[in-house]
């Protein structure tokens, strides 16, 4: 005989879900044979499990039959007891090896289902899958506005267009020759349980815990502040204090790269806009300190198709420097419609800010897009040539929304730049710059023996940045050859890598910016002789020839410090219920008619001649808590949109006891619907990092 119990249902868990997600939270299982009974009972399981109980139920009950009652075995030969032992214990074999595999589950790892965008790009809920008309980068966008966040249902809305995280082109969603343009479930990850029975959990760690206010619900984050610290969480940057002062929380290497997020990519430029006459990031500069004034010696290549830099040898300092800037929404619109770019200075420039292609989704009620509650039919008049999106805006935007994220309203400094390049000298100068609070942290490598030289250079600097005012180190970079370099500034530490290896200086490449730039100075710097934070990233060289093949530029995470804690208002550093104080921060009272807050923001990024005169960096307020033992601060690394520790109300941390384990790997993301249906995505299964 084979019967089991339910005990308790199991219904949709809006955190974070476990895998499967339905079916029943506890069952009990007896097996009665002729040679002895037994039972267990089994907590937490669902439709996969009970597609196992099927079979094993058939198994059971086809070795009941095959094993002789009392009343028949006494009319026939007597059955051998090595046949009936064989048969108990190849059942027993099965109930263990089923045993086993829940013990698996209870106390060494178990799969989830992330369902939200919180740890977005890191982790993916529900999203859509883009690959830039434009410029062919390839990007993640939220789809949880089509979900009711607390049951998983459809709640009917559907996601029309996304904003490109790089050339932030407008993508609209072909639904009708485009199979990806659905909305994908969101990762499948393995969460280790025994990490933590071993080892203390650690900063940065991605974990999962019950959120303490309903411990039926899982929450996936980030682990930021450890038990006993105060955090302080000030200009994106998280410090923390267990003893002595507070101190920058600095990521180590590999985290510094799982984390950084695209900012822009030579290989992903956008064709329509080089042909419509938009200037290359990159530009030529030479310090009007150089000795001789020789001209610059880049030679650039910016076609649709090519992007390239080459240098000439010259005895002076040749750099190519970065001018991050974007085209807007209303311009891009324009283009979409045949219309042309408005004259562009390659050296013109804004600042680098948190913006999120994730957090860029337009959305409608799906009534103006299907004729059907099941989302099937389309509206007659939508095609691949006229898209839901522009079917709807065609109609008077219809209702069409846009993502309340959109933005991007906050100031990173943390910058990484990466280059694919050539030396084709056999000596010379190879030079590396990042420019934060106008210090220039600049790497020159000597090509000759591959020794690193670090420093920094400012003006008014009260005390050297570094403890050694020069630091040296020893790189791969010897005569010619292809080299990968990756430059960063995160977290108030300078960290090298060439060719995936990190270089180790003879000192402490980390240093305390605060020391030397005091709150009143912490803002972004420009003069006419040098553009500073306006053009942030620079690789050059002196007596040196190479050519630069692919140049990006990334950024670090930004956690932000929300004033406002309300529904409906962003995440912002800045206290939007004081609009008259962003708006008078603009120095030139003509600019500040018929603006919002957020648009007075990105006003002042994009003049560096008012960054010394305005009083805008000064406004970003700040965040501080106080953990006590035992008590954990988590953090979504999507920081406009991650409900955390900073928004809870009444207790601002998690407890040991709710700490379910560390996030492994995504086992199994969504598949893809072409060139066949359900085609793995083993490009985005691996290690959380």
Request: net charge negative.
């Amino acid at each position: 005989m084979f019967a089991f119990r339910p005990l308790l249902p199991l219904g949709y868990n809006p955190g974070l879900r476990s895998q499967p997600s339905r079916g029943f939270s506890s069952f009990e299982i007896s097996v009665r044979l002729a040679t002895g009974a037994f039972s267990f009972r089994v907590s937490q399981v669902g439709v996969g499990t009970l597609h196992f109980l099927t079979v094993f139920r058939v198994f059971c009950m086809s070795a009941a039959s095959a094993a002789p009652s009392a009343k028949s075995s006494a009319n026939r030969h007597v059955t051998t007891g090595s046949a009936v032992q064989s048969g108990r214990e190849t059942v027993e074999s099965i109930v263990v090896a089923f045993i086993l595999a829940f013990l698996f589950r209870a106390f060494v790892a178990e799969a989830f289902v992330i369902p939200t965008g919180s740890m977005a790009p890191t982790l993916m809920g529900a999203h859509k899958d883009v690959v830039c008309e434009y410029c062919g980068e390839a990007y993640q966008a939220s789809a949880s506005e089509e979900f009711d966040s607390s049951t998983g249902q459809l709640v009917g809305r559907v996601t029309l267009a996304s904003t490109c995280s790089t050339c932030r082109g407008l993508n609209a969603y072909d639904f009708v020759q485009n199979p990806n343009a659905v909305s994908f479930d969101g990762d499948r990850i393995l969460v280790s349980k025994f990490d933590y029975v071993l080892s203390q959990p650690k900063r940065w760690d991605v974990f999962v815990f019950k959120y303490p206010d309903e411990a039926r619900m899982n929450y996936i984050k980030r682990l930021i502040g450890l038990p006993g610290e105060k955090l302080q969480i000030q200009d994106g940057d998280i410090y923390a204090q267990s003893t002595g002062q507070l101190e920058i929380a600095r990521k180590p290497p590999h985290k510094v790269r799982a984390m950084r997020q695209i900012v822009s990519d030579t290989d992903h430029r956008g064709g329509i806009l080089v042909e419509k006459g938009w200037p290359s990031l990159w530009q030529p500069w030479t310090s009007q300190a150089s000795p001789t004034g020789a001209a610059n010696g880049w030679e650039l290549e910016h076609t649709p198709e090519v992007w390239s830099a080459k240098l000439a040898s010259s005895t002076d300092r040749q750099w190519l420097r970065y001018y991050h800037k974007v085209v807007d929404g209303v311009t891009w619109e324009g283009i979409r419609q045949g219309g042309d770019l408005p004259p562009v200075s390659p050296t013109s420039s804004q600042l680098v800010t948190d913006f999120l292609a994730y957090n860029s989704s337009f959305y409608v009620e799906s009534g103006l897009v299907y004729t059907d509650r099941s989302n099937d039919k389309l509206q007659e008049g939508i095609s691949a040539e006229r898209r839901a999106y522009d079917f709807v805006a065609e109609r008077g935007r219809g209702g069409l929304s846009a993502h309340e994220l959109n933005g991007g309203f906050h100031w990173v400094g943390d910058l990484i730049g990466e280059f694919d390049m050539e030396v084709q000298s056999s000596s010379g100068k190879l030079l590396l710059d990042l420019v934060e609070f106008g210090i220039h942290y600049e790497c020159s490598i000597d090509v000759a023996t591959g020794e690193a030289s670090l420093t920094a250079k400012g003006q008014d600097l009260p005390q050297p940045v570094f403890v050694g005012e020069v630091l040296k180190g020893q790189t791969g970079v010897k005569g010619p050859g292809r080299y990968r370099l990756e430059y960063a500034n995160v977290d108030d530490q300078i960290t090298l890598w060439v060719d995936g290896s990190v270089v180790s200086f003879d000192g402490s490449s980390a240093f305390d910016s605060k020391r030397v730039r005091t709150a009143k100075d912490r803002r972004p710097y420009w003069t006419e002789a040098d553009p500073l934070d306006a053009a942030p990233v620079g690789i050059g060289g002196e007596q040196l020839e190479m050519t630069v093949r692919r140049a990006q530029v990334f950024r670090d995470l930004y956690y932000i410090a929300p004033q406002i804690m309300r529904r409906g208002t962003p995440y912002c550093d800045y206290n939007l219920d004081h609009g008259s104080a962003i708006l008078a921060s603009i120095p030139a009272p003509e600019e500040r008619r018929q603006l919002s807050d957020q648009e007075a923001i990105l006003k002042v990024y994009s003049h560096p001649q008012w960054w010394s005169q305005t009083n805008l960096f000064n406004l970003r307020g700040r965040l501080n808590f106080e953990l006590e033992a035992d008590q954990f601060f988590p953090m979504g690394d999507n920081s406009a949109a991650s409900s955390d520790a900073r928004a809870w109300s009444g207790h601002h941390f998690v407890e040991q006891k709710f700490l379910l384990g560390k996030a492994l790997l995504v086992f199994w993301p969504h598949t893809w619907n072409t060139p066949v249906p359900y085609t793995p995505n083993i490009a985005r299964m691996g290690r959380i990092q």
